[in-house]
């Protein structure tokens, strides 16, 4: 797999078929990506990898937290995200490059959340690091589920034509579930050996992409980019295909390659966390 992207400025010609040209590079190198995660991610994990070792250290301490398919499944999210990209810009019109600005921004958002939540996960060298690290997200992950359908169970409206009884079922479900999964992260963190309280840290969406990028990185700046576009108006984004910046090159045009360029360098990373995480050890 031919990982390199093009760099815009050694391009010659026409400067629309430049831009579009480098960009299309981009979207085909995301999909080559993705087939490795998908690939990864379907794949039976060594026995003597470090991603099986951990699992094994959670296992015999009594902390079964599935780490392996939590991982796969989010190596295969991102590789979704990322096969959308490369289908919704190079497929529509095979030999055009369509740009959906609609579904294009929160779709590069989702896996840039996505690769670099599995670079997060995987990239510390300490294994009770890479654990506490997993029941965080957990945490985070049951306690959104919960907060959220609580919320819904709260929201009950006689105007709507839904049963009075679902907003019950949903309100003592999440009473009793909610309790039940933090009390087993709990169990299960103090079983591995890990500190409790450690791994009860708030976790923001943006703190994994801020982990292994920085607060003030490039990545961290798209991200955050990429989401508020995601709300944006159309009128908006239509406006950017027309200005211009220094040189009369349009700023959607130069926003585009800091896009694509950052969704690719994310995804990339993820895949090499990935690999060197379940690659054959002869020490685990």
């Not at 070792?53 to 599935?66: C, N, P, Q, V, Y």
């Not at 819904?152 to 309790?179: C, H, K, V, W, Y």
């Not at 933090?182 to 708030?202: H, M, P, W």
């Not at 995601?230 to 130069?254: C, D, L, W």
């Amino acid at each position: 797999m031919d990982s390199d992207a093009t760099d815009v400025s050694a391009l010659e010609g026409d400067p629309t078929q430049m831009h579009a040209d480098s960009l299309a590079r981009y979207f085909v190198t995301m999909r080559d990506i993705a087939v490795d995660l998908d690939r990864l991610a379907r794949a039976e994990v060594p026995p003597t990898c470090r991603l099986a070792a951990d699992e094994r250290t959670a296992r015999e301490a009594g902390g079964s937290l599935m780490l392996t398919q939590y991982i796969q499944e989010r190596a295969a999210t991102a590789a979704r995200f990322l096969f959308e990209l490369h289908r919704s810009t190079l497929e529509v019109d095979p030999g055009q490059l369509t740009l959906d600005f609609v579904l294009l921004y929160p779709t590069m958002r989702a896996a840039v959340e996505n690769s670099a939540a599995l670079t997060w996960l995987l990239s510390p060298a300490d294994r009770p690091e890479r654990l506490e690290r997993l029941i965080r997200v957990l945490r985070r992950d049951v306690g959104q589920f919960v907060a959220n359908n609580k919320r819904l169970a709260a929201s009950r409206n006689d105007s709507m034509p839904i049963p009075a009884e679902m907003f019950d079922q949903l309100a003592t479900a999440m009473e009793t579930q909610g309790p039940l999964a933090t009390n087993y992260l709990d169990s299960a963190a103090s079983a591995i050996g890990l500190d409790v309280r450690a791994t009860q840290g708030q976790l923001q969406t943006a703190t994994p992409i801020a982990g292994v990028y920085g607060d003030n990185s490039l990545v961290h700046v798209v991200w955050r980019f990429l989401s508020d576009l995601t709300h944006f108006s159309y009128s908006i984004m239509k406006n950017q295909e027309i200005a211009e910046a220094e040189g009369g090159g349009p700023v959607r045009i130069a926003s585009l390659q800091l896009f694509t360029t950052t969704t690719t360098l994310t995804a990339r990373d993820a895949l090499q966390a990935l690999q060197h995480a379940t690659r054959p050890e002869s020490h685990p």
